[in-house]
């Protein structure tokens, strides 16, 4: 299973990006995608994550109320809109997503998009 993020850049201190995630490959159902991100020298955290249906969410603290997730079953995509960006949220963004195909229950990730916030 392969994710496709886009939707990274550059913005300055208060501005806004959304970043996209597309799954693909084979037949298989998702239990829960999320986000997470890695700034220089740290570990990878969770950012937000939503279940299949879109009925429940989780955020990190450090994001909440400014972090939405969402979710278009139409489009096969998830969404993470960003607002009220700061320079402390500058880091690789990655999808991820937890699954079960007819090989098993799988995780994947995508390959990063990287989020660069000015002050």
């Known amino acids: 299973v392969q994710l496709v993020e886009s939707g990274g850049g550059l913005v300055q201190a208060g501005g806004s990006l959304r970043l996209s995630c597309v799954p693909s490959?084979?037949?298989?159902?998702?239990?829960?995608m999320g986000w997470y991100r890695q700034a220089p020298g740290k570990q990878r955290e969770l950012v937000a994550t939503?279940?299949?249906?879109?009925?429940?969410?989780v955020y990190a603290a450090s994001v909440k109320g400014r972090f939405t997730i969402s979710r278009d079953n139409a489009k096969n995509t998830m969404y993470l809109q960003m607002n009220s960006l700061k320079p402390e949220d500058t880091a690789v963004y990655y999808c991820?997503?937890?699954?079960?195909?007819?090989?098993?229950?799988?995780?994947?990730w995508g390959q990063g998009t990287q989020v660069t916030v000015s002050s």
């Open positions: 991820n997503l937890e699954g079960r195909g007819v090989w098993g229950k799988f995780t994947s």
């Open positions: 490959g084979g037949t298989f159902s998702i239990n829960v």
């Open positions: 939503i279940t299949s249906s879109g009925g429940s969410t």
